[in-house]
């Protein structure tokens, strides 16, 4: 596979559950993103890795937890959500979290009922 | 700190009209500049973007940009209007000496009618 891919694209959990979102890179970049995009609002930067080091947490509740083992491959782990949470989580890439061209995935549709 | 302006979120235009599609930005030095587009239920993918040189910039599916440093402006145009090119489209801007991640405008959304 090429470029940025995400799994699953669709997701429909309860308040209770336990899910995680699956983001893989094969562009050989070395920074990768977890975006929100909720409808009629700005797209939201949730989180910044970099070299597998997280560098940037915008003030994201603790309900989400990412995960970075490697360059390639990040998580975002999902628990006790609200229903506001619901939205589009995109997962981006870049060569460096500088300034870069970010590539996308196509994203996950997440529903919180 | 920079940010970056979409005028109009909606902006609607017949099939094979001119595409303009607006966005002024803030900086204290020259920065990277990007448009990108996005597809119902899809991810966004870069159109075109400006980092040094030339001013007007070629992207994908025909579209063009122009920066403008003394109007901070990044404005998005297409000669002729498809009606496959209805997306939402979002302008970004990034600081390449302080090296921050990009920073993107709350988007427009592009309808086009036949």
């Known amino acids: 596979e090429t470029g940025v891919t995400q799994t699953p694209r669709h997701l429909v959990m309860g308040m209770t559950n336990k899910k995680s979102l699956k983001c893989e890179q094969h562009l050989g970049h070395n920074a990768m993103y977890w975006y929100k995009q909720s409808a009629k609002k700005p797209l939201e930067l949730m989180f910044v890795y970099n070299f597998k080091e997280q560098t940037e947490n915008n003030s994201v509740p603790s309900r989400f937890s990412p995960e970075c083992p490697n360059s390639s491959h990040l998580f975002l782990h999902l628990h006790t959500l609200q229903p506001e949470d619901s939205a589009l989580y995109l997962c981006?890439?870049?060569?460096?979290?500088?300034?870069?061209?970010?590539?996308f995935g196509p994203g996950t549709r997440l529903t919180v009922l | 700190a920079q940010s970056v302006t979409q005028l109009g979120s909606h902006v609607s235009v017949s099939e094979g009209a001119l595409v303009l599609l607006r966005c002024n930005y803030s900086?204290?030095?020259?920065?990277?500049l990007f448009w990108y587009v996005q597809y119902p239920n899809q991810g966004l993918q870069l159109l075109l973007k400006y980092t040094t040189g030339a001013t007007l910039v070629k992207g994908i599916n025909g579209f063009e940009a122009e920066f403008k440093k003394s109007e901070t402006s990044f404005h998005l145009t297409k000669p002729s209007a498809h009606m496959s090119d209805a997306a939402e489209y979002f302008c970004a801007v990034s600081d390449p000496q302080a090296g921050t991640a990009l920073i993107f405008g709350k988007g427009t959304t592009l309808s086009v009618s036949s």
């Open positions: 981006a890439s870049s060569p460096l979290a500088r300034a870069d061209t970010q590539y």
């Open positions: 900086s204290s030095v020259p920065p990277y």
